[in-house]
C-alpha cells in the first residue's frame, strides 16, 4: 500500500459508515429508548479525547437543540480528574461516552468513575466488546467505521451521525430520523465535487495558516478539522466561533491566511458579515455551506453541498471536504496521513500513568 492510500480510502468511502451508524442505532432502538426514559430528561454528558472530544462538543449543542434536553461536552480526562469542577456534588448526569476504539483509559476510567457515582452510561464506538462496553449499559458499536489509519476520519463520520440519530430518537423526531437516512445516498456525488476543490487549497503551499470557523453545533466540527490539518499535515490550524474572530484573532490575518468558514443557514448573514471583514484585511476564504450563493468575489473557493435537506440532518456533509484537504496537504508536504507523527491508534494507559484519584 501506497502511503496515504488507507486515508483516502477510508475518506471517500465513508458514506458506508453513515449508513452503518444508522443501522446500528436501530438495531438497538427499544433498548436507547428504555434507556432515555429512564435518563428521563436529566443532563447529559457527552465525553471523549481528542478527535471524539471534538465529537462531543458538535453532540452536545446538536443533541440539546433538537431534544430541548441540558447537555454538554466535556473532555475524558477532566471528567476523570477535574470532576469536582464539571458536576455537582452528589450529581450524577447520563454520560454519552464516544471512543473510536472503546480502548482510550482517560474515557474507560471517567465513565467508571461516574457510573459508581450512579450516572447511567452509553457508548458510541466502532468496536464492540471493549474496556469501554464493559463499563456501559449498552454500546452503539458501528464496525463500518473501523480504520487502518490512526488519524480518524471514517469512524468520526459514522459516530457523528450516530449521535444525530440518538437525538432523534430522545425527541421522538420521525422526521429527522428519515432525513438521516437520506445521507448516504448523497455521499458519492459530494466527496466527488469536494476532490478537486480540496486537492487545490490542500496543495498551495503559499498558505501557510488556517482558521476553521464554526457557529453552533459546527463548531465542534471547525475544531475537529484543526485536529486533522494538524496531525496529517503539521499546519499551524485553529477553530473559532465566527462572531469570535473578530476579537482579537483578526490580528492574524494577511495573505496567507486561509479562512475555511463552515457557513450555516441559521446565522448565515452574520457570519457572512464576518467574512466581508476578513476578506477587506487579506484573507483568502474557503466556503462549505449549502447553496452558498450570492457570494460574488468574497470567497477564493466554495464547496455547495446541494441538498435539499434541513439544516439539521447537514453537519456529516462537511467532513469530507475538510478531510481531504488535510490529507492532501500532507501528501504534498511528503508525508503519510495513514501515520501521523507521534499519533498512535488509542491511548492506553498503564502502570504509574493509570493513577485514580482518592
Not at 490575518?253 to 448565515?268: N, Q, T
Not at 477587506?280 to 473557493?301: C, E, K
Request: proline fraction near 4%; hydrophobic fraction near 45%; charge should be negative.
Amino acid at each position: 500500500m501506497t502511503e496515504g492510500s488507507y486515508s483516502r480510502k477510508e475518506i471517500v468511502t465513508q458514506a458506508a459508515s453513515w449508513q452503518g451508524a444508522l443501522d446500528a442505532v436501530e438495531s438497538h432502538r427499544e433498548v436507547l429508548e428504555r434507556w432515555l426514559e429512564i435518563n428521563g430528561r436529566q443532563e447529559l454528558l457527552f465525553t471523549g479525547c481528542g478527535s471524539t472530544h471534538y465529537l462531543a462538543l458538535f453532540a452536545a449543542p446538536y443533541f440539546q437543540a433538537v431534544t430541548g434536553w441540558l447537555c454538554r461536552a466535556a473532555p475524558s480526562s477532566e471528567l476523570m480528574w477535574q470532576t469536582a469542577s464539571l458536576l455537582a456534588q452528589g450529581s450524577a448526569p447520563g454520560i454519552i461516552a464516544l471512543s473510536r476504539s472503546g480502548e482510550t483509559s482517560e474515557t474507560v476510567m471517567a465513565v467508571e468513575k461516574l457510573v459508581e457515582r450512579g450516572s447511567r452510561a452509553l457508548a458510541i464506538s466502532c468496536y464492540d466488546s471493549t474496556p469501554l462496553s464493559a463499563a456501559v449499559q449498552r454500546t452503539i458499536a458501528i464496525p463500518e467505521g473501523r480504520e487502518q489509519s490512526f488519524a480518524q476520519t471514517r469512524s468520526f463520520a459514522g459516530m457523528l451521525v450516530a449521535a444525530q440519530a440518538l437525538a432523534s430518537i430522545a425527541a421522538r423526531d420521525v422526521t429527522l430520523w428519515n432525513e438521516l437516512h437520506l445521507l448516504p445516498e448523497l455521499g458519492e456525488g459530494l466527496i466527488a465535487r469536494a476532490d478537486p476543490v480540496a486537492r487545490s487549497f490542500g496543495e498551495d503551499a503559499s498558505i501557510q495558516r488556517i482558521s476553521f470557523l464554526g457557529s453552533g453545533p459546527l463548531y465542534g466540527l471547525a475544531n475537529e478539522a484543526t485536529v486533522k490539518m494538524k496531525e496529517m499535515s503539521l499546519t499551524q490550524a485553529e477553530a473559532y466561533h465566527f462572531m469570535e474572530f473578530r476579537h482579537g484573532p483578526m490580528s492574524m490575518v494577511d495573505e496567507e491566511h486561509l479562512i475555511v468558514a463552515l457557513l450555516s443557514e441559521e446565522m448565515r448573514p452574520y457570519e457572512v458579515s464576518v467574512l466581508r471583514d476578513l476578506k477587506a484585511v487579506g484573507a483568502r476564504i474557503l466556503v462549505i455551506g449549502n447553496d452558498p450563493t450570492g457570494l460574488g468575489t468574497l470567497a477564493d473557493g466554495v464547496l455547495d453541498l446541494e441538498t435539499t435537506l434541513p439544516e439539521r440532518a447537514q453537519p456529516v456533509l462537511y467532513l469530507p471536504m475538510l478531510q481531504l484537504m488535510a490529507y492532501y496537504r500532507s501528501l504534498d508536504k511528503g508525508l503519510n496521513p495513514d501515520r501521523p507523527r507521534n499519533v498512535v491508534m488509542a491511548i492506553v494507559l498503564s502502570g504509574a500513568d493509570r493513577v485514580d484519584d482518592d
